[in-house]
């Protein structure tokens, strides 16, 4: 079945570091890829997508490009934020199916 | 646009008592909604879908006898969990997919409940 690996967390990192967050995925087919964001006590957001082959998503500074060649899609931002600080969770759904979710990386950056 | 909300928050209830969580879409309409589970430090796990005027498919593992799920109208989903046991508690969050506008899901903000 589908599924969603990304790496483990904690990623410690301090202001204006480069990040990178690993995810790849196992499908059938072509899948859509997500990377959702979630602050402290809050919900998730979503934070970029891309539905095709090399298709770049990006949004607040992040990037992901979505690599079928090595069914990945790693999060990337050139320098981090204290605010960035959050759980990013890498997903992927197929023809209008709940999302599979990694189980999450928790990013947390310091001044 | 493409909020989703979520009643209550959060919620406190006791051993063997019924509570129903009440998933929202504000600006749209909604065919089909998603139940999650969320543990403390770990990832979402699918719990249902939801379609609008039929019955809840239920992910293998999630007991629907236990977990009733509503969805009476395309803006609202309600997931009602019966006798509740300390182990339901968790962090509950739905989420909804416009009505023919592809396949993005919007997520309502979550709801924690604790069983004593």
């Known amino acids: 079945g589908n599924s969603v690996t990304q790496m483990e967390g904690p990623v410690t990192l301090s202001e204006e570091a480069f990040l990178t967050i690993n995810c790849t995925y196992t499908?059938?087919?072509?899948?859509?890829l997500f990377w959702y964001v979630q602050y402290p006590g809050e919900g998730l957001q979503l934070l970029l997508k891309?539905?095709?082959?090399?298709d770049k998503g990006s949004n607040k500074g992040f990037e992901a490009t979505y690599r079928k060649e090595t069914t990945s899609f790693h999060l990337e931002k050139g320098s981090v934020q204290v605010s960035d600080s959050a759980v990013y969770f890498c997903?992927?759904?197929?023809?209008?199916?709940?999302?599979?979710f990694g189980k999450g990386t928790t990013l947390s950056v310091s001044s | 646009g493409a909020v989703v909300s979520q009643h209550p928050s959060w919620v406190i209830c006791k051993s063997g008592t019924s509570v129903k969580i009440e998933c929202r879409s504000l600006?749209?309409?909604?065919?089909?909604m998603f139940w999650y589970r969320q543990f403390p430090k770990q990832s979402l796990m699918l719990m249902a879908t939801?379609?609008?005027?039929?019955?809840?498919?239920?992910e293998q593992g999630v007991e629907k006898d236990k977990f009733l799920i509503n969805h009476a109208s395309l803006t609202l989903s309600t997931l009602t969990v019966t006798s509740a046991h300390p182990e339901d508690s968790s962090f509950y969050i739905c989420?909804?997919?416009?009505?023919?506008?592809?396949?993005?899901?919007?997520f309502g903000p979550g709801t924690r409940l604790t069983v004593t």
């Open positions: 499908a059938t087919g072509y899948p859509s």
């Open positions: 989420s909804a997919r416009p009505t023919g506008l592809g396949f993005e899901q919007y």
């Open positions: 939801s379609n609008e005027g039929s019955k809840a498919t239920y």
């Open positions: 997903a992927l759904n197929q023809a209008g199916t709940a999302l599979i």
């Open positions: 891309a539905t095709k082959a090399d």
């Open positions: 600006d749209f309409q909604a065919t089909t």
